[in-house]
């Protein structure tokens, strides 16, 4: 059983995150899907170690109308192979499609988390990837429609967590 | 170097002594950032951070050399986790509208032994891909499960729904797809082993997870661009003193 938390690394983005390249979720060949979105880098203490990595955005979709499915992917280093992926065929229904959305009838958040096991003490980086299956993907608003400033903001957080193996 | 050390004692054959207290009611006071002393009670090495304000650490400023401190002063005292790499097609369904529990199949479970009673145990569970493996149902419903019990934890519900031959090539004869993330905090209670268990379903049928449909029963079999893990992860943290 792994014990006490060795150290915690993270990375906070508080404006619109915008990715050009399109996620399939059939793609079968090790070569990263999406755009890389946002990363945290961290150097183990020790090479037994457990690293829990959680990826959390409140407001994210289309960056226009043009898909109907949303897939995230988490990479180590600049492997091509993902080590947590997920896939949403999230679908606003059209007819009661709200006039803040604009062009863009997907929004979603996402919380995806992995436990990962490097057996390294050389740093790791950790990249958030994602995509639509027709376009690209926006953290933090969708299609330009954003939270006034008045309000606050979103914050799209990635962190690695250190455990002790 | 005079001046740069100040120990209890320095000893070339017997090493460095820190200075002796016993109870931070006994520390130096006003100490310099960086002062280094030993705690006779709690036998453990204390560093002043220069922030007597500091409320992550239970000694304010004064930081246990090689502790690891997180939530507000509670210590991670155990941590351990379990989950899925592979596709699991499930079993029995499961229904917001049934009457008794537990509900559907259990997909993965992972035990713990918390290490004092009064500890919080923070429970943590992802499940980034499932979905119904045939189109006969509209809604998933899971649960976090303890032991044998027939009452869960927490139950998580969804309805989501993909639009109806908008896309079904990956989706095979299943056009609902969800994902789950659920956290839940208890009292440890006690120091008996204890083993947590996902269950849930679809109302009409089976849930697959680490994929959906029939196209995606494989996954992440389907090549070598994707790996996928449920999980579910444990943290045991000290309780308030």
Redo the contacts between chains.
């Keep these: ?8 690394q993270q990375t906070k983005i508080s404006t619109v995150i915008s990715g050009s390249a399109s996620f399939n ?7 990263r ?1 999406g755009s890389e979105l946002i990363t945290v880098t961290i150097t183990p203490q020790f090479a037994n170690s ?1 690293m ?1 990595v959680r990826f959390m955005t409140p407001y994210a979709g289309e960056t226009s109308n043009h898909s ?2 949303v897939g995230f ?1 988490i990479y180590r280093n600049n492997e ?12 606003y ?1 059209d007819s009661t499609l709200p006039s803040w959305a604009g062009g863009s009838n997907h929004s979603f958040p996402v ?5 990962d096991q490097p057996n390294t003490t050389a740093s790791i980086t950790y990249r958030v990837y994602g995509g639509c ?1 027709g376009g690209g993907v926006q953290l933090n608003g969708m299609g330009g429609a954003t939270f006034s400033s008045n309000l606050g903001s979103c914050h799209t957080l990635l962190y690695a967590m250190e ?2 193996g | 170097m005079a001046g740069d050390l100040t120990a209890g004692q320095v000893n070339l054959t017997r090493g460095v002594k820190l200075p002796n207290f016993a109870d931070v009611a006994n520390y130096p006071s006003s100490p310099d950032i960086g002062l280094l002393i030993f705690d006779s009670t709690e036998l453990k090495m204390k560093v002043w951070t220069g922030d007597p304000e500091d409320e992550t650490n239970p000694g304010g400023g004064w930081v246990a050399v090689g ?2 401190v ?1 939530l507000g002063g509670n ?7 379990g ?1 899925l790499s592979t596709y699991n097609g499930g079993g029995s369904s499961a229904s917001i509208s049934s009457s008794s529990g537990p509900l559907g199949h259990e997909y993965y479970s992972v035990s ?2 918390p290490s004092s009673a009064t500890s919080k145990l923070f429970i ?1 569970v ?1 499940i ?2 499932m979905g119904e493996t045939s189109n006969h149902s509209d809604h998933f419903t899971f649960g976090l499960y303890k032991d044998s019990n027939a009452t869960a934890l927490a139950l998580w519900y969804a309805d ?4 109806d031959n ?2 079904s090539d ?2 095979g004869s299943g056009n609902h ?3 789950l ?1 659920l956290s839940y905090v208890e009292d440890a209670g006690s120091t008996a082993p204890r083993t947590y268990r996902i269950r849930g379903g679809c109302n009409g049928g089976a849930c697959g997870i680490n994929g ?1 449909g029939n ?2 029963q494989g996954f ?1 079999g ?8 449920s ?1 579910i ?1 444990i ?1 045991e943290f000290e309780g308030e003193a």
Excluded at chain 1, 1 to 8: P, T, V
Excluded at chain 2, 160 to 163: K, L, S
């Design positions: 059983m792994a014990g006490k938390i060795i150290q915690y979720p059939a793609h079968t060949s090790a070569s899907q457990l829990l109907n499915q992917a091509q192979t993902s080590i947590q992926t997920m896939h949403w065929p999230h679908r229904i919380d995806l988390q992995v436990v299956r455990i002790e | 502790d690891s997180v210590k991670s005292l155990g941590f351990n986790w989950g713990y032994t943590s992802n980034p891909w989501d729904r993909y639009q908008a896309d990956y989706l797809q969800c994902w993330k959906s196209s995606y992440p389907q090549g070598t661009a994707f790996n996928i893990q999980n992860v943290f």
